[in-house]
């Protein structure tokens, strides 16, 4: 019956364009897992932007009515041009006033999150110069810095990951296989505790309307290089030691990144 099975043309095929049906599956199965995601985020999300909108709406017509002497046109004006600021990371609020978003420690935190391709999108260059210059910056700055990236994560992973799993293999005698697993899964333990479950309470602390999971959640988007710029640190309107607290956001950002990479260089060595 084997035999049968073996020497069935259908089979055969499949055999002969196993890489191709792998490939294809790969490619549908990514598909689904787009349309699966943005359904759920679609009927998880929806509901609220449709509320948040009707509160707007009221909140506006209220202020039209209490102010009758303004026009809704010239409201909608200045609401625009003030949102038009606010994409510019601009804040025409009093206590936010005192927030400059291109001191130097501001443009620092800036420029790491665009040449690790996090990029948060809360602060933009404002200026044609600006713009032109983060253009040939980038150019530049992204290649080395992958370049860096990738030569100190393979110096690293000598130090944490190929040395200690072969002095136990050897000095043990413990499989290598087995010991390079319990090994990677240990270092993503260790990795997750040091630099999202502390660093999110540590968050959850300092910055006073983030929660744990708020915290958690920023700590996840910036590591993964998602950076969807809906939370950002350091922007409060009393916040203490802002230069200090901005600059050990941005070496936390990069010393993690680097362990993130490490874990995940790790985790791709196994051989299963």
Same mark, same amino acid.
Do not use: N
């Given at each position: 019956m084997l035999q049968a099975m073996a020497n069935n043309p259908c089979v055969r095929l499949i055999e002969r364009n196993r890489? %191709?049906?792998?490939?294809? &599956?790969? =490619?549908?199965?990514?598909? *689904?897992?787009? =349309? @699966?995601?943005? %359904? =759920? &985020? +679609?009927? @998880?999300?929806?509901?609220?932007? @449709? +509320? *948040?909108? $009707?509160?707007?709406?009221?909140?506006?017509?209220?202020? $039209?009515?209490?102010?009758?002497? *303004?026009s809704e046109e010239r409201l909608e004006k200045f609401l625009t041009r003030v949102l038009e600021a606010s994409n510019y990371g601009v804040s025409m609020l009093n206590n936010a006033s005192g927030n400059w978003k291109w001191d130097f420690t501001s443009a620092l935190f800036f420029v790491s999150t665009v040449l690790s391709t996090t990029g948060y999108g809360h602060t933009v260059p404002l200026s044609n110069a600006g713009k032109a210059f983060c253009i040939i910056y980038t150019l530049i700055g992204i290649p080395l810095t992958l370049l860096l990236f990738t030569t100190l994560v393979q110096h690293i992973m000598v130090y944490v990951t190929h040395r200690p799993v072969t002095y136990v293999h050897l000095r043990w005698g413990y499989s290598r296989q087995t010991v390079a697993i319990i090994h990677a899964l240990s270092l993503g333990f260790v990795a997750v505790f040091f630099f999202f479950f502390i660093p999110a309470v540590a968050f959850s602390i300092l910055e006073e309307d983030w929660n744990f999971l708020e915290s958690f959640y920023f700590c996840f988007i910036s590591l993964s290089t998602i950076g969807l710029g809906d939370y950002i640190p350091a922007e409060g309107s009393n916040q203490k030691y802002r230069t200090i607290y901005k600059f050990g956001i941005t070496c936390y950002l990069i010393l993690g990144l680097v362990v993130m990479l490490v874990v995940l260089e790790t985790f791709c060595e196994l051989s299963f």
């Open positions: 890489a %191709a049906w792998w490939f294809t &599956f790969l =490619v549908l199965g990514y598909l *689904l897992y787009l =349309v @699966v995601g943005a %359904a =759920v &985020f +679609s009927t @998880v999300e929806r509901p609220h932007e @449709v +509320s *948040l909108r $009707l509160e707007l709406l009221e909140l506006k017509r209220l202020y $039209l009515e209490d102010h009758q002497c *303004l």
